[in-house]
T-cell receptor, first 114, second 112 residues
Framework: NAGVTQTPKFQVLKTGQSMTLQCAQDMNHNSMYWYRQDPGMGLRLIYY???????DKGEVPNGYNVSRLNKREFSLRLESAAPSQTSVYFCASSTQGNSNQPQHFGDGTRLSIL | QKEVEQNSGPLSVPEGAIASLNCTYS??????FFWYRQYSGKSPELIMF????GDKEDGRFTAQLNKASQYVSLLIRDSQPSDSATYLC????????????FGQGTTLQVKP
């Protein structure tokens, strides 16, 4: 009963390197989300996917791309990492994005960019 | 103006007291409101949700919603040291977008 699984849990990158953060859910949820969390900022929505085959920008999409590979998987890519992208990244899923159903979160990826 | 605002705190209360956490939101059409708890270094976990005006109680937790004032609050009765955490208010925006927007969170400290 894994829920939402994120990989990796920790990563250190150099400025300019690229990286893909992976997220998979086994709850048959339609909607998936990527957030970043910085100290004192709460969670800010980067991108979300209301259903398989669709993606939309959130509050802070610049510098990121996403891919909804299938219903289970939603990846986040940093093409050219910058120190400002040092953060904790959370993936979440819900039954349906425009419903009243809550989101379930993964354990997070702690990303440091030097 | 942020779409969801909370006082970042810290809010300090003695053990056994009532902790009151507040949140305001700017999207008047919002219909769904959530409270998440986040322990340091952990992911957020849902503790309450509320959709209708008024109060909703679940154990020691009560969520209160006033859509006219665009205000949602969380009361924690008989606060325990284990309640010490950051509490995040979250709102689903109107317009069928599915976007869930979080406030910056309020840190609660319950002192024995």
């Amino acid at each position: 009963n894994a829920g939402v699984t994120q990989t990796p849990k920790f990563q250190v990158l150099k400025t300019g390197q690229s990286m893909t953060l992976q997220c998979a859910q086994d709850m048959n949820h339609n909607s998936m989300y990527w957030y970043r969390q910085d100290p004192g900022m709460g969670l800010r929505l980067i991108y979300y996917s209301a259903s398989e085959g669709t993606t939309d920008k959130g509050e802070v999409p610049n510098g990121y791309n996403v891919s909804r590979l299938n219903k289970r998987e939603f990846s986040l890519r940093l093409e050219s990492a910058a120190p400002s992208q040092t953060s904790v990244y959370f993936c979440a899923s819900s039954t349906q994005g425009n419903s009243n159903q809550p989101q379930h979160f993964g354990d997070g990826t702690r990303l440091s960019i030097l | 103006q942020k779409e969801v605002e909370q006082n970042s705190g810290p809010l300090s209360v003695p053990e056994g007291a009532i902790a009151s956490l507040n949140c305001t939101y700017s999207d008047r059409g919002s219909q769904s409101f959530f409270w998440y708890r986040q322990y340091s270094g952990k992911s957020p976990e849902l503790i309450m949700f509320i959709y209708s005006n008024g109060d909703k109680e679940d154990g020691r937790f009560t969520a209160q919603l006033n859509k006219a004032s665009q205000y949602v609050s969380l009361l924690i009765r008989d606060s325990q040291p284990s309640d010490s955490a950051t509490y995040l208010c979250a709102v689903i925006l109107s317009g069928n977008t599915g976007k869930l927007i979080f406030g910056q969170g309020t840190t609660l400290q319950v002192k024995p």
